[in-house]
């Protein structure tokens, strides 16, 4: 009997903590949901993603003068709903597309957001989308760079990243600057994982590389979180391509760097796809045997005092790591999504997309280098763009081109150790 | 009788349960408890009644899933066509892998079976035209009825509630027919069962057929809802876990053992997310795990079947003849 009254008791108490919630809720707030993997094999993606939304939480909800110009920054809360205060509802995707869907339609229909933003793997992001798709709900993606997302028809879909096809992009343009100041840039090989980001990227790069007549003279594909990779290495090393192009996580990079030390191997350039090279971990273990390896990024610093260079020093205070590309990604994208809720004036779903379509940023609202926001009819964003960035010290990368943004010149051929 | 009325009544509920709960998330909670029923009744055949443990069912799953999304995303057919494709290609399959490998007992079967569920995620891992790593996604925005994509979860529900009534009569036919018999005879003992004369190879490959066939169904109703697969979603071992884990929550052997597995487990993974998941700490799955384990050591035969022995015991109290006797039956 006593058992049953002690749970009679907790359940009370926990309905009361529950009502006094809503009660509070009654503020004057936008709600806004987010669908990141806070569990599972990406869970330190996720954990990034929340630290960096809420970073950007802090900048629109308080004032921050120390701003300048930065959209959202100055006043509290947002200025087009009277100040209001943006207040975010995060929800774990498990890495599971059936899980990001469900919590999607979670925070649709029981939390009543009036948007959404996530949800990092791309495939997750596909299902989630569509159940916003079918409610009529803005969702705004940062980071995710599967082609078919925005190939689907939506209405509802709005993606601030450049995609593969644009990094590839800018790798035939760097590598054509290149060629015209004398580099050897003829025969290229591609070294990838078999991952859903591995084949597409390496697809997609392939595919531009073609239509403007430049062959990839070797392709290897490997199975990720590899125990060795010597096979790989020495068939380049046969090979002797003049650019290896690495799209691999931190894991497999870090693997690559110590292998090709093992074996002695330099390629004249090595140009890596962001992600396990642009890792922490990567810079940290074997940052000094891979000097002078390329790398793309939309993140730069910036000098400081700049927006870019305080909202690097806060998320360092955050999570207790440097900002990078990622986590820079789906901070812009947050930003977007707030800019057009507060130029709608409105929480009303449909004021808020034609907010998102109207939105035409330039490169100084933005703390991404990308050449503007501006959505197309199926939701990408056209002016998105990035950098290509060089390790040179094996410590810090630095922006060497286009030229407009570069810190340094590069430096060729690759160093390595 | 009592038993009847019984029946009727939990019935009534579950047919009435999207009614009573009518939020989107509950009528879509309540879809997902029936379709990893249908997908945990259809181990429980060979899991459960003949005490074939197979680890590898996650196959037969994928089997459905990929060729629902397929026949839209190849011939931009209705998903429903895929069924009866992914029903033939999972039975080949499972006549295939089950010759060779119902023949080791015990754990080795288990482990020939994780070892075919991996080798068939890494070989459309790299086909290109199952979609490979990217798996392949389903018409989001309908095109008719036929695409099967709706805004609400009452019509999965149903017809969730249809497959799983089906599902569940088959094994019911099965459990009392001559088949039932020589299953439960092997679960037992293989070997006894053998020297009475009982075909166990045979037995078992139709068991196993039958449980891949059903299998690949729940994997065609999850693409459609989900509208989406890729290799981790549709072929990761994890499905195959759950399965096993629903049906024996609930009591594997019993007829109504998955259905109650995965109606515990199914919402308690489902709010446990949305009470602890947005915190970011992953306490959801260090709750999902002290439950299984507590349940592991002192609950192994199921919930049902402490259910069952609590009715036998409160019956056997009875002075009547008839609930003696039914407190004596094995």
């Not at chain 1, 068939?235 to 691999?248: F, N, S």
């Not at chain 2, 709010?271 to 349940?295: D, M, P, Q």
Request: with cysteine.
């Amino acid at each position: 009997m006593r058992f049953k009254h002690i749970i009679g008791l907790l359940c009370a108490a926990s309905i009361s903590v529950m009502l006094a919630g809503h009660a509070f809720a009654q503020e004057k707030t936008v709600k806004i949901g987010a669908v990141y993997p806070l569990s599972g094999n990406a869970a330190s993606a996720g954990v990034h993603a929340k630290a960096a939304i809420e970073v950007a939480m802090d900048i629109i909800n308080n004032p921050h003068p120390e701003f300048g110009n930065f959209p959202l920054a100055k006043n509290a809360g947002l200025a087009g709903l009277g100040g209001a205060k943006v207040e975010v509802v995060f929800a774990d995707n498990q890495g599971s597309p059936a899980t990001g869907q469900n919590q999607a339609l979670r925070l649709i229909t029981e939390e009543k957001v009036v948007a959404l933003t996530g949800s990092y793997q791309s495939g997750i992001t596909l299902t989630a989308s569509a159940i916003a798709e079918k409610y009529g709900i803005p969702f705004v993606n940062g980071e995710s760079v599967a082609a078919n997302l925005t190939e689907r028809g939506f209405k509802w879909f709005f993606r601030v990243t450049p995609v593969a096809a644009d990094f590839a992009k800018i790798y035939y343009e760097f590598l054509k600057d290149m060629k015209a100041a004398g580099v050897k840039t003829d025969s290229v090989a591609l070294v990838h994982d078999n991952t859903e980001y591995g084949t597409s990227v390496s697809s997609v790069i392939t595919s531009v590389f073609k239509d403007n007549g430049q062959s990839i003279a070797l392709d290897i594909a490997y199975a990720v979180n590899a125990t060795d990779v010597q096979s790989q290495i020495l068939q380049l090393k046969e090979k002797k391509p003049d650019v290896v192009i690495m799209i691999a996580y931190a894991s497999d990079a870090i693997l690559y760097a110590k292998t090709m030390q093992a074996l002695d191997y330099k390629p004249p350039m090595i140009i890596a796809d962001d992600s396990g090279y642009s890792d922490p971990s990567f810079i940290k273990s074997v940052g000094k045997i891979s000097q002078g390896v390329l790398n793309r990024s939309s993140w730069s610093v910036g000098p400081p005092g700049s927006p870019t260079a305080l909202i690097a020093e806060m998320y360092k205070k955050k999570s207790g790591d440097e900002m990078d590309d990622t986590a820079g990604r789906q901070m812009q994208a947050f930003f977007v999504l707030c800019g057009a809720i507060d130029r709608a004036g409105s929480t009303d779903p449909a004021k808020i997309q034609a907010a998102l379509k109207a939105t035409d940023l330039k490169p100084d609202q933005l703390m991404m280098g990308y050449k503007g926001i501006k959505f197309d009819e199926k939701g990408q964003n056209v002016l998105a763009s990035g950098l290509v960035i060089q390790l040179q010290d094996g410590e810090n990368y630095v922006a060497v081109w286009p030229k407009a943004n570069a810190e340094k010149t590069p430096v060729l051929p690759y160093k390595g150790w | 009788m009592r038993r009847l009325l019984w029946l009727s009544v939990v019935l009534a509920l579950v047919v009435a349960y999207p009614l009573l709960f009518s939020t989107p998330f509950q009528q879509r909670l309540g879809a997902l408890v029936l379709l990893y029923a249908i997908a945990a009744s259809a181990w429980n055949i060979v899991g459960g009644y003949a005490g074939q443990v197979s680890v590898g069912h996650v196959v037969f799953f994928g089997c459905g899933a990929y060729a629902a999304m397929g026949a839209y995303a190849h011939f931009a057919l209705s998903p429903l066509v895929g069924i009866p494709v992914g029903i033939v290609i999972s039975v080949a399959i499972s006549a295939i892998i089950g010759v060779p490998t119902l023949r080791l007992s015990g754990h080795y079967f288990s482990m020939a079976t994780i070892a075919v569920a991996e080798l068939v995620r890494l070989i459309v891992t790299n086909t290109g035209y199952l979609g490979a790593a990217v798996g392949l996604s389903g018409p989001t925005v309908p095109r008719n009825v036929f695409d099967l994509s709706f805004i609400s979860a009452l019509p999965y529900y149903y017809l969730f509630l249809a497959v799983l009534a089906l599902t569940l009569g088959i094994t019911w036919w099965i459990a009392n027919s001559r088949m039932g018999f020589y299953l439960r005879a092997i679960r037992d003992s293989e070997r006894a069962a053998r020297s009475l004369g009982a075909p166990a190879s045979r037995t078992k490959l139709y068991a196993f057929m039958l449980s891949a066939g059903l299998t690949s169904v729940a994997g065609a109703l999850y693409a459609m809802m989900f509208g989406f697969v890729d290799p981790e979603s549709g072929l990761g071992i994890l499905i195959s876990v759950k399965m096993l884990i629903m049906a024996a929550l609930g009591g594997a052997g019993l007829l109504f053992g998955p259905l109650v597995g995965a109606a515990i487990l199914v919402p308690l993974e489902e709010i446990s997310n949305n009470l602890l998941g947005g915190k970011g700490a992953g306490l959801t799955f260090v709750l999902y795990g002290a439950i299984i384990v507590l349940i592991a050591r002192f609950q192994p035969g199921g919930i049902l079947m402490l259910v069952k022995r609590m009715i036998a015991k409160r019956r056997s109290k009875l002075p009547s003849a008839e609930a003696r006797g039914a407190a004596h039956a094995p």
